[in-house]
């Protein structure tokens, strides 16, 4: 009962958790001397470049708001089985706030993340973490778990997680264990791309934690994914039309070489806080093709959204050299 009473406590605080809304054939010419010295040269074949073929993905990231029904943002027990159906016509989908429900947690507490799983048809699915109920000994505060689950059509190695090293108390943040996820898929032979899920730090105030985030977050790009290309997509909690926000976005991008698709490609939402990032590496070039904001899918038959975030997909475009 007593860990029923905290999580319920720390879903209650961390309904705050966002505050958004080629190869070349070498020449092969020889020569042929004849007993009169006559030098013929053989036929040359032209040289010839072999391109992989691109593979097209279709990349969905979007924050469920899967805290219980009455604590969330939206409304998640009506809504969660209308998401779920709506996953599968995505090659691969990241999605923030999405818990199982813990043991011991009565009907009316739980979280919703099986019913994401009951219904996307994706054959790779990520394994939950499961929640600490306060159980955790370098964050006992934290009753809730990172939130970070994936769905693919392509198969990936296991989920690497890591919690961000601090946390926001005035946001809540420190009730869970956010942070990022990270996992290589491979999308075809010799296309392999290290995946990043992530939510940052909430707190609107919280400018400090949010850089410390983003540099743990580009330390561990630096040094476990060197050279390799790289997807990042989530909840960044990163708003460009202020600062520091805009210089913390900007300093991500520089010291990890990445880029945003919705700049990249000039989208018309450049303000959003959920987004996707890339860089090309390790013999494997991607380049965007395509933002939207499927928010018009993910609605309601009554015009309601079905979270308090908007969906961002993108399709992207995958070569080995």
């Known amino acids: 009962m007593r860990r029923l009473a905290l999580f319920c406590a720390a879903v209650l605080i961390a309904a705050s958790c966002s505050d958004d ?28 470049t072999t391109v992989a073929p691109a593979i097209e993905v279709e990349l969905l990231t979007y924050n469920v708001a899967g805290l219980p029904d009455a604590l969330s943002g939206s409304e998640p027990l009506t809504n969660t089985p209308l998401i779920g159906p709506l996953l599968n016509a995505y090659d691969v989908v990241l999605v923030q706030e999405s818990w199982l429900t813990p043991d011991g947690v009565d009907e009316g507490s739980q ?14 699915e990520s394994e ?31 989920v690497e997680r890591q919690r961000w090293l601090t946390c926001g108390i005035a946001s809540a943040d420190c009730l869970s ?9 491979t999308f075809a032979e010799g296309i392999e791309v290290d995946v990043y899920n992530l939510h940052l730090d909430a707190g609107r105030e919280d400018f400090g934690i949010r ?22 997509g989530g909840d960044f909690n990163l708003h460009l039309d202020r600062d520091p926000d ?24 450049p303000n959003r806080i959920d987004k996707v990032l890339y860089r090309s590496g390790d013999g494997v070039t991607i380049s965007a093709l395509e933002w939207r904001n499927d928010s018009a899918i993910f609605t309601r038959d009554d015009g ?14 995958l070569t080995a050299s």
């Open 21 to 48: 809304g080629g190869t070349t054939a070498s020449d092969n010419a020889t020569t042929t001397t004849t007993t009169t010295t006559t030098t013929t040269a053989a036929p040359t074949t032209a040289p010839t």
């Open 304 to 317: 309601e959204p079905l979270s308090d975030h908007d969906p961002v997909a993108v399709q992207l475009s």
């Open 177 to 185: 264990l956010k942070g990022f996820s990270m996992a290589t898929t």
């Open 128 to 158: 939950s973490l499961a929640a600490p109920l306060g159980s955790d000994p370098d964050r006992p505060s934290a009753l809730l778990s990172d939130g970070l689950n994936r769905f693919s059509d392509y198969p990936f190695t296991s």
């Open 246 to 269: 805009a210089d913390q976005f900007a300093s991500l991008l520089a010291d990890a070489g990445l880029t945003d698709v919705c700049t990249e490609l000039g989208c018309d939402q």
């Open 211 to 232: 850089a410390e985030n983003v540099a743990e977050l580009t330390a561990h790009i630096l040094e476990n994914s060197a050279g390799r290309a790289v997807i990042v």
């Open 111 to 124: 979280t919703y993340h099986q019913i994401l799983l009951d219904l996307a048809s994706h054959q790779y």
